[in-house]
């Protein structure tokens, strides 16, 4: 759940959102359940019944950025730090929500989740371990918001989709990198289900009759995306002089890109 810039959330232990956790939610034909594990491919064009993925100004904004960044040099080692970093921040956010929910399907969906963030947090730091010939250190900060279950899935929802689409980025940048994009498309197909159960999960309870809350989730979750989107962008401003100067003046300029810069 690759994620570089944001807080994170955590839901609030024991809060009662009967509808959202009831069994229906995560049965055969419904909900989390019709999200069909997706085959792999690079490819972070939404598919057909993917309208809800649609490309919007911020995703293609942060498309062009990282591909500017991604010129400087040691780019492609640090972004895999960073990657690492961000995966490992969101195995953290899952574990910590793990606990409020309630359906036993629906827990099921969400370890394989948190199994699948693992592989991706272990399989991202043995790529930059082994290309920078460096430890990664990794933070160990705990997750900071509280959020309620309906609050979380509207969060990590876009959370994925993001997630979903820089990974799409990040492959193309990659093609010098097989055994990174190798793995860029294992993690592809992890990131285009996690977004795809969330997302028919919250479709579920709105047809169970919470469509108001689940509105007011997305709101809030959209604004937190915005705000992660702005950091991005003051982010990518601060190294756009060394972007120019490195293309105009090629190597001697400026410093290469540390392993705790940001990888969009
Ligand atoms: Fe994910
Ligand atoms: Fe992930």
Redesign the pocket.
């Known amino acids: 759940?690759?994620r570089l810039h944001e807080r994170v959330p955590v839901p609030e232990q024991g809060e009662s959102h009967p509808p959202a956790m009831d069994e229906s939610a995560a049965t055969p034909g419904g909900g989390a359940a019709a999200a069909e594990q997706a085959p792999a491919d690079s490819s972070s064009k939404p598919r057909r019944g993917d309208a809800w993925k649609r490309r919007d100004v911020k995703a293609r904004l942060l498309e062009h950025m990282v591909r500017l960044r991604s010129g400087l040099p040691g780019w492609h080692v640090a972004a895999l730090g960073n990657l690492a970093k961000?995966?490992a921040e969101?195995v953290r956010v899952l574990e910590r929500a793990l606990p409020a929910i309630r359906s036993e399907k629906l827990r099921t969906i969400f370890q394989k989740h948190i199994k699948?963030?693992h592989r991706?947090?272990a399989g991202f730091t043995d790529l930059y371990e082994k290309l920078s010939g460096k430890k990664l250190e990794r933070s160990g900060a705990e997750p900071a918001l509280k959020m309620h279950v309906v609050g979380l899935f509207a969060y990590l929802e876009i959370t994925?989709l993001r997630?979903e689409e820089m990974?799409g980025n990040y492959y193309r940048l990659y093609q010098d990198y097989p055994e990174v994009q190798a793995f860029m498309q294992t993690?592809l197909r992890?990131?285009r289900y996690?977004a795809s159960y969330l997302h028919a999960q919250l479709e579920e309870w709105i047809r169970d009759g919470i469509g108001k809350e689940v509105a007011r989730a997305r709101r809030a979750a959209a604004r937190i995306d915005t705000r992660g989107f702005l950091t991005q962008l003051a982010a990518f401003l601060g190294v756009l002089p060394r972007i120019v100067l490195w293309r105009v003046f090629g190597r001697g300029v400026g410093r290469t890109e540390g392993a705790h810069g940001s990888a969009g």
């Open positions: 759940m690759p961000s995966e969101g699948d963030e991706h947090t994925e997630g990974i993690v992890d990131e996690h």
